[in-house]
């Protein structure tokens, strides 16, 4: 996957932060908003595009666009750094697959030994008992 082609293909949207900030926050448009196509994404190959809309599904919008935004800092430049990170970050652990999970054997001395110590703890409980007594 190369990043750089992915980065080509993002397009970004400044809009006002929302929230108190006097003035600076009513003026500037610091909050950038990253947009990205999964579903006709050229970078992306159709198997990619398969696991990504599976791992990241809830993310994505009927259409298959991606939508992220960032207000934490003041400067534009920098909500769009940060961003463009969570973007790349987003998209790499959306593509791991996880490994099937092979479940393991109980081997049989095992099982023999809990049923050994069942059996143990049975007649330790039945020798505890009042004995009964027929008169």
């Known amino acids: 996957m190369d990043i750089d082609a992915l980065k080509s293909e993002l397009s970004f949207k400044a809009v006002r932060s ?5 003035q ?8 950038v908003m990253l947009f990205f196509n999964v579903l006709e994404s050229e970078v992306l190959n159709e198997e990619e595009k398969e696991i990504l ?5 809830t993310k994505l919008t ?3 666009l991606l939508i992220l935004n960032c207000d934490e800092s003041r400067s534009q430049h920098k909500n769009k750094e940060l961003v463009i990170k969570r973007f790349i970050t987003l998209i790499k652990e959306g593509l791991i697959v996880p490994k099937k999970r092979v479940p393991t054997k109980i081997p049989k001395s095992v099982v023999k030994k809990r049923l050994k110590d069942k059996r143990k703890l049975s007649e330790r409980k039945t020798t505890r008992k009042k004995p009964d007594i027929d008169s």
């Open 53 to 57: 809309t599976k791992n990241i599904g």
């Open 18 to 22: 929302g929230g108190a900030g006097g």
């Open 62 to 64: 009927r259409e298959g």
């Open 24 to 31: 600076h926050a009513n003026k500037v448009s610091s909050k």
